[in-house]
C-alpha cells in the first residue's frame, strides 16, 4: 500500500464508532444544547431558602413563551416573558429534577387557585409573584449561562460569529415582512376608527 493510500485512510477513518442507524443519530441529537449551569443556585429572601438550577432552554420553549404574552405591550410584556422563560429554564429545586419528570407526575395545585396543572404553569404563576430584585438577578444568572455557552461555541467555531450576506438578506426580508404586517394593521385601525366616528353622527341623528 502506497503512502497516500494511508493518509487517505487514516483521514476517511471516524475518531468513534459509527451510529449503525438514523435512529441512533436522531436520538444523540435530541437535547442537543441544552445544558444546566455548573452549580446549584441558592436563593435566599423574605427568610426562604430555595435551592434550583436553570439551563438554556429550547428554540420550541423560547417562542411558546413570547407567544404566551403576545397580548401585552412594553414594560408589561417584557416581565411577563422573563416569567415564561424562567418556569420553563428552572430544572431542578430542592433536590427534584423537573425536566426528568413523566407527564403523570407533573400536575401540581396552583396556590392562586387551588387547581392542578403543570409545573410550568404553576412555576410561572410563582415567580409573577417574586420580589422584582430576585427575578431580576435569577434572569441575570439564566443570561450570563447562556452567554458562556455562546462564547464557548463561538470561540470553537469562530466563522459562526459572523453576519454573512446571506443571513442579512434574510433577516432584511424578515423585518420587511414584519414591518409591512405592522402597517397593515395601523391601518385597518385607523380606517376603523374613522368609520366608527362617521357612523357615530348619524345614529345621534337618528336618535
Not at 426562604?48 to 414594560?75: C, F
Not at 403523570?104 to 417574586?130: F, H, M, S, Y
Request: hydrophobic residues 40%; proline residues 4%.
Amino acid at each position: 500500500m502506497e503512502e497516500n493510500d494511508v493518509d487517505r485512510e487514516e483521514l476517511s477513518s471516524p475518531t468513534e464508532e459509527s451510529p449503525k442507524s438514523l435512529d441512533e443519530i436522531v436520538a444523540r441529537l435530541l437535547g442537543f444544547g441544552i445544558e444546566e449551569n455548573e452549580e446549584i443556585l441558592t436563593l435566599k429572601s423574605a427568610g426562604k431558602t430555595v435551592r434550583l438550577r436553570v439551563s438554556n432552554i429550547p428554540t420550541q420553549d423560547e417562542m411558546t413563551a413570547l407567544i404566551a404574552a403576545e397580548e401585552l405591550k412594553g414594560y408589561a410584556w417584557i416581565q411577563q416573558v422573563k416569567c415564561e422563560i424562567l418556569s420553563r429554564a428552572i430544572t431542578w429545586i430542592d433536590g427534584v429534577s423537573i425536566r426528568t419528570l413523566p407527564p403523570e407526575k407533573r400536575l401540581v395545585v396552583d396556590p392562586a387557585d387551588k387547581v392542578q396543572k403543570d409545573i410550568q404553569v404553576v412555576l410561572r404563576n410563582v415567580i409573577l409573584g417574586w420580589g422584582q430584585e430576585l427575578k431580576n438577578v435569577l434572569w441575570k444568572i439564566l443570561m450570563t449561562h447562556q452567554q458562556r455557552i455562546e462564547d464557548r461555541l463561538v470561540e470553537s467555531f469562530p466563522d459562526s460569529a459572523l453576519m454573512t450576506d446571506v443571513e442579512k438578506r434574510f433577516m432584511e426580508q424578515a423585518l420587511k415582512e414584519v414591518e409591512e404586517a405592522t402597517a397593515d394593521v395601523i391601518r385597518e385601525n385607523v380606517e376603523k376608527i374613522f368609520e366608527d366616528s362617521e357612523a357615530a353622527p348619524t345614529e345621534e341623528k337618528k336618535a
